[in-house]
């Protein structure tokens, strides 16, 4: 299995990005994917995560702002980040987690973007 993920940047406060993921070598629509984003100093954290089933979970700090989708035909996990803040700098990290017999409960991650939000 392999996660690549694309799309960080620079932007100013205020602005958007969307970050995109791209999965292989596991039927995408059978797992689990979320969004991961790691601060300098600070632990990796969950912002945002997709079922299988399509339903979503948002960390409180990026509620009402990041809107994660799935597009299993491409295999294509998205966060969509609007009203970027300072705060949200970060490495962005996608995460699968394994499905079939042969990685069930194994973690993927991709290999990070970095999103950097000026004031």
């Known amino acids: 299995v392999q996660l690549q993920a694309s799309g960080g940047g620079l932007v100013h406060a205020g602005g958007s990005l969307t970050l995109s993921c791209a999965a292989s070598?596991?039927?995408?629509?059978?797992?689990?994917v979320a969004w991961y984003r790691q601060a300098p100093g600070k632990e990796r954290d969950l912002v945002a995560s997709i079922s299988v089933s399509g339903s979503t979970t948002y960390a409180d700090s990026v509620k009402e702002r990041f809107i994660i989708s799935r597009d299993n035909a491409k295999q294509v996990l998205t966060l969509q980040m609007n009203r970027l803040k300072p705060e949200d700098t970060a490495v962005y990290y996608c995460?699968?987690?394994?499905?079939?017999?042969?990685?069930?409960?194994?973690?993927?991650w991709g290999q990070g973007t970095q999103v950097t939000v000026s004031s």
């Open positions: 995460y699968l987690r394994g499905a079939m017999a042969w990685d069930m409960g194994k973690d993927y």
């Open positions: 070598g596991t039927p995408f629509q059978i797992n689990n």
